[in-house]
């Protein structure tokens, strides 16, 4: 169990790692970890010797409306909660370590990140797709695993891995859901209990969507405002940002339903922006 803090000693370890012939796998994140996260570092477990879990709240991938400065952080806690998961190695770079002063360099990936969570977090995609490439230069691994609840994130990400040629396999780990379903996020930390109640109205209208699908409905317009309607039933103050049914892999908007269509949301809630998603059939 190791904790890392410097880039070059972590560079000097995975290089260890690999000359021994054992296997890495990658679960980056941005810390105050929670179940969902250490059911990424165990699905990593399964696929390598050695898991690098990184603990890093990256600056470029927030506007400045986010919530960068407010982001929940718990290093001490969550370091334990990586080793008690099984996780070998922790890695906590420091930001001016990683954006030196004349950092200039980015990784952009066109068209997938120019809709959804592109359009309404400008910059976004671009700093998230940065931090893990240089994750993936500075851990080397084989297999790098994300969650499904940031669907898009991990379209982009296998997007670049496979531009950029980075012989890492990407795993996409299912969401993990509260008792009454909400997905788990470190953003949920924010609600009173009486908010956190509501904010299961996502879920609730992803449930309908589904429902809707079952009994025949493939007009993805028609189900669209029934799921508004349930999400204002459940949290009438919600502003709902987008519903969108799409093709799974390549993120294009359908108009009718199909074997491959996934349907995810985003909205604020309380002044907390959620987004969960599921596949319809
Ligand atoms: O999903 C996240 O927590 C972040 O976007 C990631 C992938 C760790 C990059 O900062």
Redesign the pocket.
Known sequence: MKIIRSIRKMQQVSRQIAADGKKIGLV???GYLHYGHLSLIKKARKFSDVVITTI?V?PT?FGPNDDLNKYPRDEKGDIKKVFDAGGDIVFIPKADHIYPKNYQTYVNVEKITKTFEGTSRPGHFKG?TT??SKLFNITRPDVAV?GLK?YQ?AMVIKTMTSDLDYPVKIIVAPTVREKDGLAMSSRNKYFTTEQRQKAVCLYKALKVAKGEVKKGELDTGKIKRIMRRKIVEICPSAKIDYIAFTDFLSLKPVNKISKDCICSLAARLFGVRLIDNMKMK
């Open positions: 980056p994140t941005m890093f990256n991938q998230v931090i893990v994300f940031d994130q």
